[in-house]
């Protein structure tokens, strides 16, 4: 399975460079540019992270141990709280005590729930109109109630027992729950909650780049047993190479897929860029929300519902899994692809053909 997914990364990749080398004749060159332009945003946002994590995995053992020895959880699980590629998977792996929930917690849980929690959401806040937003929130609630078919899936998949699956589910199911009450009766409220939480991530992200940075450059380290900046851009770069191909794949599948993208509008009562940003949210998340101003109502929501768990399926975080557990793979894609078609599916249930404008 990862050898195909590498094949069809690497053909991405040749279809990008040789129309690059035509300049540009297919538009295909365009997005594998704008694949490796984004090492840059990767650059600023993961390794401050990435570094600081046997720091913050020591703080929050010594917080959460107690409490997870009291309610027989595995700490691991809280990893899942950050998104994959922000921390989430080493952090879910240094504070689990059974590897295999430190890999579901660190892959499948940070790629769903941490992923819409830390990355989705507030993105969406800051790119999406207000006209557009009490759609796009209705959609992740519904993303996030049918969350547990995602978990389930990969779990499998995985070959986790029930009992690892639900130790490992709990607590964020629960958080989820939460979120959900929270989203439904105080809607502001939890929008600056994630507004705020998306900012003292960005700032100790920030904090963690400026002290592995220093560190790198006097040997000076203010926090000892941080990871050196040099290994955490490597991860960074591992994504970067994936998204060289991905990015232009997606596009020539978007091209070569019109016809049954345009049937799928007309069968599920969405546009043609509602149909299309399912397609794209499954490579990347942000262009996906820029195009929700051009959606009709029943898109957005059934847009949010798909990226709770579906979001940059093939891009990222497939890459970051290649990089860090290619065992992964297939339970991520598992839960990722099997949450979404849920999402889709709930969404659609609950919105009608009433819905769309």
């Not at 129309?19 to 004749?25: A, E, G, Q, T, V």
């Not at 409490?67 to 922000?86: E, K, N, Q, R, S």
């Not at 519902?305 to 975080?317: D, K, M």
């Amino acid at each position: 399975m990862n050898q195909i997914i590498m094949a069809c990364m690497a053909f991405g990749v040749v279809l990008g460079g040789i129309d690059r080398m035509l300049d540009n004749r297919f538009g295909l060159g365009e997005k594998f540019e704008e694949g490796f332009m984004l090492l840059g945003p990767l650059a600023l946002s993961m390794p401050g992270i990435l570094c600081l994590v046997p720091a913050l995995s020591g703080l929050l053992s010594a917080v959460l141990s107690p409490v997870c020895d009291f309610l027989h959880l595995d700490p691991g699980t809280f990893g899942g709280i950050l998104a994959i590629d922000m921390g989430g998977y080493q952090l879910a792996e240094s504070l689990a005590r059974n590897p295999a929930i430190g890999r579901f917690a660190g892959i499948i849980l940070s790629a769903t729930f941490g992923c819409t929690i830390i990355f989705t959401i507030p993105v969406g806040i800051a790119l999406i109109p207000d006209s557009a937003r009490q759609e796009f929130l209705r959609g992740i609630l519904i993303g996030l109630i049918v969350l547990p078919i995602s978990l389930l899936a990969g779990g499998m998949v995985q070959g986790l027992s029930p009992a690892e699956l639900f130790q490992a589910s709990l607590p964020v199911l629960v958080l989820a729950v939460l979120l959900c009450l929270g989203m439904v009766r105080f809607p502001e409220r939890m929008i600056r909650g994630f507004e705020k939480a998306a900012g003292g991530i960005r700032t100790i992200s920030t904090a963690g780049l400026v002290l592995a940075a220093v560190r790198s450059l006097t040997g000076f380290a203010l926090i000892p047993g941080m990871i050196p900046l040099e290994e955490a851009m490597k991860t960074v770069c591992s994504i970067a190479v994936v998204m060289l191909g991905s990015l232009p794949l997606a596009e020539f599948l978007k091209r070569l897929l019109i016809h049954p993208i345009r049937a799928l509008g007309r069968r599920t009562g969405m546009n043609a860029d509602g149909a299309t940003a399912l397609l794209v949210g499954a490579v990347s998340v942000t262009p996906a929300l820029g195009m929700y101003r051009n959606m009709d109502s029943r898109s957005r929501v059934i847009n949010g519902a798909a990226l709770v768990s579906g979001a940059s399926a093939f891009a990222a975080h497939i890459g970051f899994t290649l990089a860090v557990e290619p065992q992964m793979v297939s339970p991520l894609l598992a839960a990722k692809l099997t949450g979404m078609a849920a999402g889709i599916a709930a969404a659609l249930l609950v919105t009608g053909r009433g819905a769309a404008k």
